[in-house]
């Protein structure tokens, strides 16, 4: 993650929350967790081997920020100010995005765990994700794997409505094939094009819909997440969420 990254985020994050000092020891600067963030989520590393040292923070100090941040839903908010950075100026006037989901195991069990039915019934997660057609993830939710994509598509529509100024167009596989979910779409003035169940390949939708694939494929980049060995749901949706975050902060950062 660059240096660049971790200094927008970690000013994002105090500017939001900002944490003023009280008596006894000061807190760890936020650029130092979000740094410890980065590399845990990329790393996959276990909790006990976060040492604090020079420019890092511990695990029980990383712990116990994502866990102050799930209460105030503040990485969800970081998110969004910074897709709204990305996506400023006329760009904004209009939105196309992409549906899609993602399996990993679960080996330790735990929470928004569910037999996988595309691997043999072994116990999994599933990371529901829509991105725009120039690659930035918009919304990220984790479920079982046994929940159908259905069933998650009008939190993924809120939460990307949420940062979008507006959505033109809407690009799904047959997976996400429901009336409620076109009448959705068509209700907030969105163009659903979703292929249906039974509808023959070759229908276009695969030249847009590999953006999606390439935004699963940057998420589960990070051993973390692709590894899966959290059991508590608000770790997971923290880590699957910064992960994001990372994704657009580098983005930023490069320009």
Not at 151 to 169: G, W, Y
Request: net charge positive; proline share 6%; charged share 25%.
């Amino acid at each position: 993650m660059r240096a660049q990254a971790v200094e927008l985020v970690a000013g994002i994050i105090d500017r939001i929350e900002p944490r003023h000092p009280g008596p006894g020891r000061p807190p760890v600067p936020t650029a130092e967790v979000i740094r410890t963030l980065g590399f845990f989520v990329r790393e996959g590393v276990q909790w006990r081997e976060l040492k604090a040292a020079d420019g890092r923070a511990s695990g029980s100090t990383l712990r116990r920020r994502l866990d102050e941040w799930h209460t105030t839903a503040l990485l969800r908010r970081v998110h969004a100010v910074l897709i709204r950075m990305a996506r400023s100026g006329p760009d904004a006037a209009a939105w196309d995005v992409v549906v899609d989901s993602c399996s990993v195991r679960a080996k330790r069990g735990g929470e928004l765990t569910g037999a996988n039915p595309t691997d043999r019934g072994k116990p999994g997660t599933k990371y529901h994700v829509v991105v725009s057609t120039d690659g930035l993830p918009l919304a990220v939710v984790p479920s079982p794997a046994n929940v159908h994509d259905t069933k998650l598509f009008p939190d993924l529509l809120r939460l990307a409505q949420v940062v979008c100024a507006a959505i033109s167009r809407l690009y799904a596989d047959a997976g996400y094939d429901s009336a409620d979910n076109r009448w959705l779409c068509l209700r907030d003035g969105i163009q659903p094009h979703i292929r249906k169940i039974g509808e023959p390949h070759g229908s276009g939708l695969g030249k847009v819909r590999c953006v999606v694939e390439h935004g699963c494929a940057w998420l589960l980049a990070n051993k973390r997440l692709d590894r899966r060995q959290d059991r508590l749901g608000r770790i997971i949706l923290a880590l699957l969420t910064a992960a994001a975050i990372f994704i657009v902060a580098n983005r930023l950062s490069a320009f």
